[in-house]
């Protein structure tokens, strides 16, 4: 299928770049993910093995914009792919091995990821924003768990829980992998429910004990088979949501400290000078894992390019409310998942001039009933998009907040931004002649006048 793709693509003579726009512009038409470039690359080289269906027919689309054909498509795709069984889409790897020279940093999580249980299954919940560094983390702490609890079996699955192309890994395709591990028959399980293979595979695990990593998480729902029920067994499990009825020791992940940041850049340009510009670029890249990655990478690449090019180039993108492709496709995800009133309050939240902000003024942004701005803060903070910084305060990341803001520029209207600029301004007039209301005492010299802000003086 890979190899009929690239000849099709061929024949038609569509450069790379010139296809990944016009896949990107059919599926943002139909509010699907963004893909990656690479990913439409990767489908179009031969000995590709499992592609998505819908990447599939939308690149026949891009090619030659005939719908028709890409339903054709799609008839082949999906006779060749129904000879497979579910068990087959389940990518499940018995190797693992550390991060080299990237991961720094992060021993007060990786102290915590070290406890475990010798009574029982000690679960380890990992959670952050997008691109923070969950599934290296994760990694590392399997490897080093491997070595202090020398399991009978290791094993890393990616549960595609938010993926820009493929639907999330079925439990019970995820508990045929593991019952092939455990060498079980597939004639005893190949007909058996979800919940008759999860007590399969305790059974067959038995004493046997498995340090597992259950990477990309979708949910509780997702999860609830798929734990080990023995002791000594570790699992650590990433998600970029916090996971409320999954029973374990939550360890979340946030963004490195800055000296980790540099150190990290350094490692990966392997160069001890220039620190002051590498502490900029760190800056610039807000101390997000997958963003300073991607900034290392791009330094490799353009070697004629020096560091205070690198760091013009971040800041007159940030000037433009652009970041990375590989961090906006990240974060795409994971807006994409949340509801219309989330997404619609992220975005009102990016028009902040500051980072922090009280409940208050976040419901005046957005415009709605506080009762209901709790809802949706609650909403963004479970999806590791905002921060809690107090009990009625939120925290919002730099790169998400640039992600929003350029949301908000594509959805909303100029006026609706005007206006939401002119409500923060009220509610904090409203706040300080409230406090100057408290604390102003007829005998004192000078009473501020407060005057709600107007349309005309908003910078929005």
């Known amino acids: 299928m890979s190899a009929a793709l690239g000849r099709l693509r061929s024949v038609a003579t569509i450069p790379y770049r010139e296809l990944h726009r016009r896949v990107l512009c059919i ?4 509010d699907a993910p963004a893909v990656a470039y690479d990913t439409v690359y990767r489908c179009l080289r031969p000995g590709r093995h499992r592609l998505a269906v ?3 027919v939308d690149i026949v689309v891009a090619i030659t914009g005939d719908p028709d054909t890409g339903r054709a498509w799609r008839r082949a795709y999906e006779s060749v792919v129904d000879q497979l069984s579910d068990e087959q889409t389940v990518e499940l790897t018995t190797k693992l091995a550390p991060v080299q020279g990237i991961f720094v940093g992060r021993a007060p999580e990786l102290n915590r990821l070290r406890s475990r249980s010798t ?3 000690t679960v380890h919940l990992i959670d952050g924003m997008p691109g923070v560094g969950k599934t290296w983390l994760a990694n ?3 490897c080093s ?3 202090a609890v020398r399991p009978d079996l290791v094993a890393f699955v990616d549960l595609r829980g938010h993926d820009p192309v493929r639907s999330p890994a079925d439990p019970r395709a995820v508990l045929g992998e593991l019952l092939r591990l455990l060498s079980v028959p597939l004639a005893r399980f190949a007909e058996l429910t979800t919940e008759a293979r999860s007590r399969l595979f305790r059974d067959e695990l038995g004493d046997h004990r498995i340090v597992l990593v259950l990477d990309n998480a979708a949910g509780d729902d997702q999860l609830q088979w798929l734990l080990p029920d023995n002791a000594g067994s570790v699992v650590f499990i990433t998600s970029r949501t916090r996971l409320r009825r999954t029973a374990g020791l939550r360890t979340p992940v946030g963004v490195l400290p800055e000296g980790d940041s540099v150190e990290m850049l350094r490692r990966m340009l392997d160069r001890d000078d220039d620190i002051e510009l590498l502490h900029q ?3 610039a890249a807000a101390h997000l894992p997958l963003a300073l990655a991607l900034v290392g990478a791009r330094v490799r690449a353009q070697p004629d390019w020096t560091l205070a ?3 013009e180039r ?4 940030a000037r433009r409310l652009r970041i990375d492709a590989g961090v906006e496709s990240a974060l795409d995800l994971s807006y994409r998942a949340l509801d219309a009133p989330a997404r619609a309050m992220l975005r009102a939240l990016s028009l902040h001039p500051a980072r922090r902000m009280d409940l208050g003024v976040a419901a005046a942004l957005a415009g709605v009933p506080i009762d209901q701005a709790v809802d949706q803060i609650g909403a963004l903070l479970t999806a590791n998009l905002l921060t809690r910084v107090g009990r009625d305060r939120v925290e919002i990341h730099e790169l998400v907040r640039l992600f929003a803001s350029a949301c908000a520029y594509d959805e909303d209207p100029s006026t609706g931004r005007a206006r939401a600029a002119v409500r923060m301004g009220t509610y904090y007039a409203a706040t300080a002649d409230h406090a100057s209301r408290i604390w102003w005492r007829p005998g004192d010299q000078w009473k501020p006048v407060i005057r709600p802000a107007s349309a005309s003086a908003s910078p929005y």
């Open 145 to 147: 768990a491997v070595g």
């Open 119 to 121: 009574e029982q299954t």
């Open 27 to 30: 599926r943002r038409a139909r």
């Open 54 to 56: 819908e990447l599939v």
């Open 314 to 317: 971040l800041a007159e993108r």
């Open 309 to 311: 090019d690198q760091v």
């Open 281 to 283: 670029l760190a800056r």
């Open 140 to 142: 590392e702490a399997a």
